[in-house]
């Protein structure tokens, strides 16, 4: 079982930067792969990125590419996602999930969710 609590979220100016954290309970963190999603309003749930359980891979959405990185520390059991050059168009609530099955990158099986954070990015 893994529990999954998103923070770091809040309102920002286009161009801005924000850093979300997602820190996960358990201590089999490390041998999940995790991932970041987000959904606008009255828009399906999209992919945003996803870190290898070791951290030497990572992928990204073309929309974020160049803009938002992924990182974890199996230390500590956290995952952020640092988001730079925000756009309106980013405005979302953003979720971490964790996943122990599935293909890398883009069909990981995402067992568990956290509640999500909210970001809004003002144009």
């Known amino acids: 079982q893994v529990q999954l609590v998103e923070s770091g979220g809040g309102l920002v100016q286009a161009g801005g930067s924000l850093r979300l954290s997602c820190a996960a309970s358990g201590r089999i963190f490390s041998t999940y792969a995790m991932g970041w999603f987000r959904q606008a309003p009255g828009k399906e749930r999209e992919f945003v990125t996803a870190?290898?359980?070791?951290?030497?891979?990572?992928y990204y959405a073309d929309s974020v590419k160049g803009r938002f990185t992924i990182s974890r520390d199996n230390a500590k059991n956290t995952v952020d996602l640092r988001m730079n050059s925000l756009k309106p168009e980013d405005t979302a609530l953003y979720y971490c999930a964790a996943a122990r099955a599935g293909t890398w990158p883009l069909n990981l099986k995402y067992d568990y969710w956290g509640q999500g954070t909210q970001v809004t990015v003002s144009s």
């Open positions: 870190i290898s359980w070791s951290g030497g891979r990572t």
